[in-house]
């Protein structure tokens, strides 16, 4: 096992022992005018930039714009994140003196989007895409957040080559706040594990174990815009990612329609019990597949009757009959109403065209993984070694027995 990191943006997490914390800002992502790019897209995205807003996508790609300048001037001058903050509060101030660094530094395509909008742009349109830019980086408001931030401690390109561990980390009333800089780091691994994956098999050679995403209230904590076409191309690229929803309404309200689309790309699937989404458990009973349920269907029928007539007078008669009829009626192996009371203890496996219940093994109730999780497995003594045995005889009970008759036989 590697170094396990912790990555509270918040910092208001301790960090446990043996584990160590982790440092991030996206400057260091602008170290490109490709990787500024990206870096911003995905903050803004995670954000709540532009919630509620009219036209709200014409203010959040104006703050990617704006954003992403600022990040590499950022760069390539050596000021960090909080000076970024301190930009977008006061454009009129810093605009030219920001365009200048980065013609200086090169930095043509940058230059002329920050000019576009610190510039050139009329100053109630101006104010409205800072305020809206600012809303991306309110987290770096806290004094805690702004120390933890400036200088990073954490390299992606070693990270997705190692054996460590990332903890993501913050408080359910902070995650709003904090998901920028959640999707920054994610980001910034995936562009990582993409180029690993790319530069070896430029050459050749295998890549090695992906890296693995086990994304807890995702929908929450790391909003990914792009989190479909992750899941769609990651895996051919060294990422593999496991999201959790509490049910699809959830990922609806996040991706939309994009999330009708999640049972497709995920083609595992474990469902545990408690949902109560009408549209989850039909789309998941769908899913289950259909049978053909075979109806046997008996008719017994017995009468007696009765016949008047004149001169013949009264007759009665007795008549029985008995007929079988067999037929089909296709129906969901799963019903919704089975999917929603899975027994306690249990989930639903279900990969592919196939799916079967399992036992849960919670980690706080079950071996190896209660010691794994405290730590107790780290106290346990070492085995005690192993010494050689003498050497069994060479006896065979079976040679002996057939001897020791041989024996008798001649004695006798």
């Known amino acids: 096992m590697g170094t396990l990191w912790v990555f509270d943006p918040s910092g208001s997490q301790p960090i446990p022992p043996?584990?160590?914390?982790?440092?991030w800002t996206p400057v260091n992502s602008a170290s490109t005018w490709d990787g500024a790019r990206a870096i911003a897209d995905a903050m803004v995205d995670a954000s709540q930039a532009g919630v509620g807003v009219e036209n709200s996508s014409h203010w959040t790609e104006s703050a990617k714009a704006l954003l992403a300048p600022l990040l590499r001037a950022a760069y390539v001058s050596g000021k960090t994140i909080v000076d970024v903050r301190h930009w977008v509060s006061r454009p009129n101030e810093y605009g030219k003196e920001?365009?200048?660094?980065?013609?200086?530094?090169?930095?043509?395509?940058?230059?002329?989007?920050?000019?576009?909008?610190?510039?050139?742009?009329?100053?109630r349109q101006r104010s409205a895409i800072c305020a809206t830019t600012r809303i991306v980086l309110n987290v770096y408001g806290s004094d805690s957040v702004a120390a933890a931030s400036q200088k990073q401690n954490f390299d992606a390109a070693a990270f997705v080559s190692s054996r460590d561990t990332v903890y993501i980390t913050s408080p359910s009333d902070k995650q709003h706040l904090c998901a920028p800089l959640v999707v920054g780091l994610l980001e910034e691994i995936k562009r990582a594990a993409y180029q690993r994956h790319a530069d070896a098999r430029s050459v050749g050679r295998w890549p090695g174990p992906s890296v693995f995403w086990a994304l807890d209230e995702v929908a929450n904590i790391a909003p990914i815009k792009r989190l479909p076409s992750i899941i769609s191309e990651g895996g051919g690229q060294g990422l593999q990612v496991m999201a959790c929803f509490q049910d699809l309404s959830q990922a609806r309200g996040r991706w939309h329609d994009a999330a009708d689309g999640f049972l497709t790309l995920f083609s595992t699937k474990v469902v545990f019990p408690g949902i109560g989404d009408v549209r989850t458990l039909e789309a998941l009973s769908t899913l289950a597949g259909d049978w053909d349920r075979p109806y046997v269907?008996?008719?017994?029928?017995?009468?007696?009757?009765?016949?008047?007539?004149?001169?013949?007078?009264?007759?009665?008669?007795?008549?029985t009959g008995q007929s079988v009829s067999n037929s089909v009626q296709r129906e969901h192996q799963l019903t919704p109403?089975?999917?929603?009371?899975?027994?306690?203890?249990?989930?639903?496996?279900?990969?592919?065209?196939s799916w079967r219940l399992i036992q849960c093994t919670p980690f706080y109730s079950h071996q190896p993984w209660q010691d794994i999780a405290s730590g107790a497995f780290l106290n346990r003594p070492a085995p005690q070694p192993l010494t050689a045995s003498n050497p069994a005889p060479n006896y065979d009970p079976y040679l002996r027995c057939d001897n020791e008759q041989a024996q008798s036989e001649r004695e006798g």
């Open 297 to 319: 269907v008996y008719n017994a029928s017995s009468g007696r009757s009765v016949n008047f007539g004149i001169p013949i007078g009264v007759g009665s008669s007795w008549q």
């Open 337 to 353: 109403a089975t999917l929603a009371n899975i027994p306690t203890g249990h989930a639903l496996f279900m990969s592919g065209g």
């Open 98 to 123: 920001l365009y200048t660094t980065l013609v200086e530094h090169g930095q043509r395509a940058a230059a002329d989007d920050l000019a576009a909008i610190l510039l050139y742009t009329d100053e």
């Open 18 to 23: 043996n584990a160590r914390a982790l440092h």
